[in-house]
Structure formats: C-alpha cells, structure tokens
C-alpha cells in the first residue's frame, strides 16, 4: 500500500513569490492535515481538509491557504512569501473514521525561501 | 506555558540501554496520545497510539499515559543504534473537527551508541 506522497521534495523560492505544494494521502484516507516544522517551533498544524471542506484551521496568516479535490489529494499554497516562511511543510492523511485518529505523514517538501 | 512540553534532549545512551522519553500537557480534554519517530530529513513515522489512560505495548517499545497527571511516556527496551532519531508526541481532544489537529511536543532527539 503506498503512503502518503509530497511533491516536490525540496523547493527554492524568492522573497515575495508564491508557492504550491502538493500531497497525496494513502489511498482510502479522506482527511488531510498539514503542518509546518522548524527548528524554533517544531511541528505546527495548519489546515485539514476532509470531503474538500477545510475543517480545522491552525494560526497561521491568510497567506497560507490550501484546497483538497474530490480524490482527497490536496495542495496547499503560500503567497506573498517571506524569509521566515522557510520550513519543512509535511501532510498527514488519515481515514478520518468514527474516533479515528492515527495519522501518517509524508516525507515533506522542504521550502527555501531566499 | 505551552500545551505540551517535551524536554528536547539530546539524549545519548549504550546500546542495550533501557531509554524514557516524556511529555507533559496542560490541556485535560487531550484523549488521543502519539509517540513518532522523525529521522533527519525524514517525516515522522508513527510508532504508538494510544486512547485515553493505561499502558500499550509493541516489541520494544512501551507507552503509558496517566491523564490524571497529564504526563505520557514511550520506553525503549534493548536500544539500537538504529533508534537513534528525534521522538515527538502528539495529541489530539479527537472530538468531531479537532481530530485532525495534533498538537506535538519539539521532540527529543535520542542518540543510542554502539
């Protein structure tokens, strides 16, 4: 069974440029989460998306927004980015069932913004 | 204070050493608790899930939760160096939209030396 996929694996940006990740979760699974991780603040949650509807939204500013298609694959966007934005941005599907919440996680895709 | 705090090590033991790793939390409406394991440059890897209070157990490895002291734990039998990676746990209130939020300690990194 294949796990959750990223795409791409590694992205350099500049200042100001917008961005598209993308993930798709393991097959069956209809929620999909994402988080951005770095070393100051480790693992924080941004969005999930389950049925195309964001369901849970973490504290992050309008510039990080993210979308999920009808084969539960989903893309998250950046606009407008900055040096700070620089991390490692990783999904998590689940199969989102009653009370279920083990979630498995991608590789990442690694953003530089320079 | 965070909601959950993890003392991020580094942590180095011998091989065949017996390691505890710890987290405590703040927030009592926690009921989903997760160990991970993330190597460099890697996601996390999901190791143990555990619902509510009481022990778990799989091969080597050994979580306990006591939510009346919100304090989990993930033991290590017979470490390798194999093992060597950062551990994170997270938890989750696993209630209807909160289930895809995980809320993650920064992880400590373990080095076990042969």
């Known amino acids: 069974k294949a796990g959750v996929t990223q795409t791409p694996r590694y992205l350099i940006k500049t200042r100001g440029q917008q961005v598209t990740l993308s993930c798709s979760p393991i097959?069956?699974?209809?929620?999909v989460s994402w988080y951005q991780q770095t070393p100051g603040q480790g693992l924080q949650f941004l969005f999930e998306?389950?049925?195309?509807?964001?369901?849970n939204k973490g504290n992050f500013p309008g510039r990080f927004s993210g979308r999920q298609f009808s084969n539960s694959r989903s893309e998250m966007n950046v606009s407008t980015l900055e040096l700070g934005d620089s991390a490692l941005y990783l999904c998590?599907?689940?199969?989102?069932?009653?009370?279920?919440?083990?979630?498995?996680f991608g590789q990442g895709t690694r953003l530089t913004v320079v | 204070q965070k909601e959950v705090e993890q003392d991020p090590g580094p942590l180095s033991v011998p091989e065949g050493a017996i390691v505890s790793l710890n987290c405590t939390y703040s927030?009592?409406?926690?009921?989903?608790f997760m160990w991970y394991r993330q190597y460099s440059r890697k996601g996390p890897e999901l190791l143990m899930y555990t619902y509510s209070s009481g022990n778990k157990e799989d091969g080597r490895f050994t979580a306990q939760v006591d939510k009346s002291s919100k304090y989990i734990s993930l033991f290590i039998r017979d470490s390798q160096p194999s093992d060597s990676a950062t551990y994170l746990c997270a938890m989750s209130e696993g209630n209807g939209g909160s289930q895809g939020n995980l809320i993650f300690g920064k992880g400590t990194k373990l080095s076990v030396k042969p």
């Open positions: 998306y389950f049925s195309e509807t964001q369901r």
């Open positions: 927030n009592s409406a926690f009921q989903y």
């Open positions: 097959s069956g699974h209809r929620s």
């Open positions: 998590a599907s689940r199969t989102a069932g009653r009370g279920d919440t083990e979630a498995f």
